[in-house]
């Protein structure tokens, strides 16, 4: 783990772009210290200042300005230029240039337009990180290397579609299996061999789910592959000091949790749009990316980009109100982050973020910005032993990104508005409504540290998941899962046999048909009398999953189908057999078993004509409980439900007499003590009484008038 002795204060520092300005330089290092400021990345897109001709390398400016920096007592996080290439590389080198999915070949210009397999481009990036190293790797300033920037995109160049085939190949053996996993016989779309394979692309092949989910797949095997090129080179040339790449809000193109293993420390860009809605749903989004980028390695990560001011590529840009960006930064250490660095230090003079905000703007003095962002340093100044510290948590929501992939893809229930973040978001925010910290993890994650884990629309099953969530729940956990979950593999392919794949038994019940609801639709659930878990009547929109209980396990048990196992082979065999054809160790064997289940009923649909059937639904499962929501409820259904469903998996909530609404409540924790923070982000301002008296003040006013935008954080020593 990462661990460094201060949180890191600062940002994104261009000065390659105000070399001719050495007064500039000066004043710069003048107005870091007066903001508190002690660290700032450097190089990000200095490519063709360091290397302004093929190979003629000019390095002083950069060596000049990083020692400056240290004897002023700033650190340097150093990056790797190859977010954007000079003229001269992508003149000299063409093939180093991406492809799009229609084939054609991009000229120069914009950033992150390279391809990831082109032996040029990662010769030439070798050369300039290795340069990097030999000049400034050992320098004690530079404590963290920032591979690229915001890796994203994909090529199709010849030589990437040569490497998706390679890597279909490692992964079916045999064109037969990958036909057969792919489904490709729909519509005649089989292949006789690799070489066949072309990536998706508008032109032509672009229904087959499959591919497209394998091509997604691919993007970020290459992106990570590139990625872990840059790290190797810097490791060849003799640098040990730790490595981070700055990740993205809500990012779908990549799978950050399969690139997390090669990073020390996880860092992401935060850029919200505050004042726009309910500063309330803001602050939650932004607090649900932190925990997903802290999840990636359950360890503190940093906050590697903000906006001191207004962006300037949102719609439209938005000044922060005094106030908001001491508030969300504070936001992002109370959820686990050992920094708040901006995008950037001194606003660019022309070009395309000449307005984007900055610690200096062009006036190039104090400022109502300059002033907010010093005083955002005194107070990491004081919350300096929070550093390090970690957030623990009982409750984990699941997001996933093969599920996301697949799910938007699939051309089911609905085909727009499957609203897949929105319905994680809504346990996210009932448990957090609750004060709970919460992870928020991916499939492949262990559940063991959790009491209690979410579930949201995992239509698609990888292996073993079924499996883990069992076992979760035989144990003692408690499961919520909701409708299209389990519907499919690892390859979209449906799974046979009842859904939730393999947990019928778990959950007590099979889902039966799922109703696409059109958007002016609505239904309810009702609640059952006698059950003590909801109380009151809510709407649901968008899709209702009509669910069986009383039913008999499935009338085709596939077990969870294995990777290339014999079981599809066997269910053909035996399909009209109650025993099978293949021996004990089949799990087919459980054909005509016919086990029973049924869970417990805890509220109804209200109209239409499944009314009355199951809307929500609990089983006892081993030690645990695994409930099922049936349809896309609002959020004050979630809220009640997970109230009742926290308290009755014993998780213990925050010491607070209650949790206004607004009040965002987050734990860091370290072996000797625990912090609680509480931050205002609603309108009003807020009376917060604190039941253990062991908590006291370090940081911040008056608890029992927490104003908007303000917050304290209070301690208590654990020995
Ligand atoms: C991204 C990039 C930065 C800058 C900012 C502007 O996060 O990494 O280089 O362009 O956006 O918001
Ligand atoms: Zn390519």
Redesign the pocket.
Known sequence: MVKFDHLLYGG?YNPEQWLEYPEILEQDLEYMRRAHINTVSVG?FSWAVLEPEEGVFCFGWLEEIVEKLYQNGISVILATPSGARPKWLSDAYPEVLRVDASGHRNFFGGRHNHCYTSPVYREKIKIINQELVRRLGSHPAVKLWHIS??YGGACYCPLCQQEFRRFLKEKYGTIEELNRRWCTTFWSHRYSSFEQIEAPSPRGENELHALKLDWKRFVTERTTDFMRHEIACLREAGSDKPVTT?MMYNFEGLNYPEMAPYVDIISW?S?PVWHKEPETVTASDCGMQHDIMRSLKKQPFLLM?S?PSS?N?QKVSKLKKPGMLQAASLQAIAHGSDSVLY?QFRQSRGAS?KF?GAVMDHYGGDTRVFREVTCTGASLQSLQELCGTEVRSLAAVLYDWDNRWAMEDAQGPRNKNLFYKETMEKSYRALRKLGLNVDVIDMSKTLEDYRLVAVPMMYLFKEGFAGKLRDFTEQGGTVLMTYWSGIVDETDRCFLGGTPHGLEDVFGLRSTEIDGLYDWESNAAVPVEGQEILRHTYTCRNLCELVEVNGAKSAVALGDALWGSREDVCRTESESDASCCCGAECSVNLLGGRERFGAQVLAVYGSDFYAGTPALTRNAYGKGYAYYICADFEQAFYDELYASAVKEAGVATPPLSEIPLGLEVTQRESETAAYLILQNFGDQDVAIQVTDGSYRMIYGGNAANLKKYETIVLKRDKI
């Open positions: 994104d990000i920037n915001e700055n860009d850029y980009e906006c962006t590529w995008f973020e984007h």
